[in-house]
Each structure stands twice: as C-alpha cells, then as structure tokens.
C-alpha cells in the first residue's frame, strides 16, 4: 500500500500553466505511476503515466504536447507539468500508482484505471476562458 498526496491544483485562464505534485515513497519494484482526471458527470479518464521501466512516459491524446509527466530521481514525487490550459481540461486530478511490468505497460494496461492499486484524494483543477 502506498500513501499519494497531490498538491498544485488551482483556477486559472485559458492558456496559463499549473503545475501538480504527487509525494510519496513508491516500493513497488516496477511500477506505472500517474495521472487521472475526473470532470463532473464524467467518468475517471487518463491523463499521463510513468512507468518506472526506462523511464517510459505515455500521454492522452488530447494532452499530449502540453502536459508533461516527470519523477525525481529519488522517486519521492511526480510532477504533472500543464500547459496551454483549456476549459476542457477542468476536472479532479487524480494521482495514482501501482505494480504493473513493463510488458503490460507496453500493452497499454496504464490507460486503465483498474490497473492502480493506490489513488490520492484529488486535487481540483479549474480552467476560465
């Protein structure tokens, strides 16, 4: 079992910058570990993931070239780096991680959410135009 606390959300204009934070302390000897996001009325979606594996990283389509996923080297945190905000993207952002190989990561089983074993409390993300 592992803890994950996010921080960073906030509300912002189109087009601004926000930046979250996941910590916690991963034991997992090979892990996917991520971002979900939840709009109202909507089910939980995928956003982004890290597999510990090469350090591979996978993106939604419609985040891909303005959100970035990273770890810091002493897999205490992950950060969800996000750019070029649109109204689309208001929603509780969800951490989340679990024990998944690199031959199921590379099958895409990261995308889902009954892959995760632990999930944060959720952080509010809100976008204006």
């Known amino acids: 079992q592992v803890t994950l606390t996010e921080s960073g959300g906030g509300s912002v204009q189109t087009g601004e910058s926000l930046s979250l934070s996941c910590e916690a302390s991963?034991?997992?000897?090979?892990?996917?570990w991520g971002w979900f996001r939840q709009a109202p009325g909507k089910e939980r979606e995928f956003v982004a993931v890290f597999h510990s594996t090469y350090g591979s990283r996978s993106y939604a389509d419609s985040v891909k070239g303005r959100f970035t996923v990273s770890q810091d080297n002493a897999k205490k945190s992950l950060t969800l780096q996000m750019n070029s905000l649109k109204p689309e993207d208001t929603a509780i952002y969800y951490c989340?991680?679990?024990?998944?190989?690199?031959?199921?990561?590379?099958?895409?089983?990261?995308?889902?959410?009954?892959?995760?074993?632990?999930w944060g409390q959720g952080t509010q993300v809100t976008v204006s135009s």
């Open positions: 989340a991680a679990g024990p998944v190989s690199w031959l199921d990561y590379a099958k895409a089983a990261c995308r889902a959410v009954g892959v995760f074993a632990d």
């Open positions: 991963i034991s997992y000897s090979t892990y996917c």
